[in-house]
Structure formats: C-alpha cells, structure tokens
C-alpha cells in the first residue's frame, strides 16, 4: 500500500527556533513536495524536488529550505521560526512526470505545527 | 499569476441529496484539473481527475465537468452518503519553470453531510 509517512502529528516551537520537518516515502518516487495548508488559502506549494540532492523553489519558499539526500527523505527546515509559520505541513510525492501524463500525488497526513 | 477560484467554501446538504462544487482557473494553458477529499486528520487523496481534451467524466457518484472556453470545471456528488463529508480541493496544472509541472489548488470547500 502506498505511503507517505511525516515524522509528527504536531509541533510546538517557539520563535527563533529551528525546525526540522521530515517526510519519508515507500514507493520509489522521483518527485517529493512540501505544502503548507491555511484555512481559506488551499494548499500553497513550498519547495519539491524531483531527485536526490535537486530542489526548486515553489510559490512561497521565503523562511524555508528543504533537503534531500535520499530518494526516499525529504525534509523541510524552517531555519528561525515565526509565529506567521503556525500552519499545517503536507507532504507529497509522485512518479517523475512525462510528458503528456500526469501522476497522482501521494499525500501524508500532516504536521500541524504551532510557533509561539 | 496562476489562480484557482473554489466556490462555495462550505456546503451543508442531506443525505441523498446532490453536491456541485465548482472552480474556475485563470491559465489558459492549464490541461489536467484533478479532485482531492481530505477526511479529517489524514491527507487528501485523488478521487477524480480530467483534463482538457475530454468535456466530462464519471467515476460511480461522482462526475466532473470541464468547460475549457469558460476556464471552469465542477465536481458533482449524487446521492451523498455521510462518508462524504469532508473537504474538496480542485486544481489545476501549469508548467513550472524547468518544464516541471505543479498543480495550482483551490482554497477547499467543506462538505456536509446530514442523515
């Protein structure tokens, strides 16, 4: 059965903080993704990356890096928490997309994180 | 930029009644629009999908309708069953630079269901 396992449920850390959020996948998936999902906003792409040790920018990367040194593990770093980060984190993944096909994305379930 | 309108937020119907949500896109380039319903505490998951060169699909109760003039599309739930109720999400595809592509989400609505 398909899997995408995040490393926590929920978070609490306090401003200034650094923040590790990992996300781990059981299907050999090329592309691996991070969101953030905010009441009324939808989901927001962070970062994803579509191999070991490649990553590009999504449509709100400000405050956040990610990482990626095994196919199966990408994490997503909040490098100095802030309150304006308190949200819900998905993360995802996929088989590498060709041209003229598109691949389900293979959601986890979700960290919630809370910075004070 | 890319932007995907989700109309209504919340809907509220009883059980056996119909749903319809629905979402308009700005991309004209965009070719895939796929649905996800997240239940509570999980992530969401891939219930229907469609892209643009078919006007219609049909999966058991659920359908979804794409009108590529209009830029809309909508998903349509028949006689819903409590199990229904959750969040909907549409989105739509755009070519990211690179030539990936990545999916454009509408702000959700929550559904409803009451026996």
């Known amino acids: 059965d398909v899997k995408v396992t995040q490393s926590s449920r929920y978070l609490v850390k306090r401003t200034g903080e650094k923040v590790f959020l990992e996300c781990v996948q059981d299907m050999d998936h090329e592309n691996m993704f991070w969101y953030r999902q905010d009441p009324g906003l939808g989901l927001r792409l962070i970062y994803f990356s579509y191999d070991v040790k490649m990553k590009e920018k999504g449509d709100i990367p400000e405050g956040y890096s990610v990482s990626r040194e095994k196919k199966e593990r990408f994490s997503l770093i909040l490098e100095s928490a802030s309150t304006n980060q308190t949200s819900m984190y998905l993360c995802a993944s996929s088989l590498r997309v060709r041209t003229g096909t598109d691949n389900e994305q293979f959601f986890g379930p979700g960290t919630r994180l809370t910075v004070l | 930029g890319e932007n995907v309108e989700q109309h209504p937020s919340t809907l509220s119907v009883q059980e056996g009644d119909s749903a319809v949500i629905k979402c308009t896109y700005s991309d004209s380039a965009s070719n895939y629009f796929p649905w996800y319903k997240q239940e509570l505490g999980k992530g969401p998951q891939l219930i229907i999908d469609?892209?643009?060169?078919?006007g219609e699909k049909k999966d058991q109760r659920i359908a979804v309708t794409l009108n590529k003039t209009a830029k809309h599309f909508s998903l349509h739930i028949t006689e819903t069953q409590p199990e229904d109720s959750a969040v909907y999400f549409c989105?739509?595809?755009?070519?990211?630079?690179?030539?990936?592509?990545?999916?454009?989400f509408g702000a959700g609505t929550r559904l409803a269901v009451h026996p």
């Open positions: 469609i892209r643009s060169n078919v």
């Open positions: 989105a739509a595809r755009r070519k990211f630079s690179g030539g990936y592509n990545k999916l454009i």
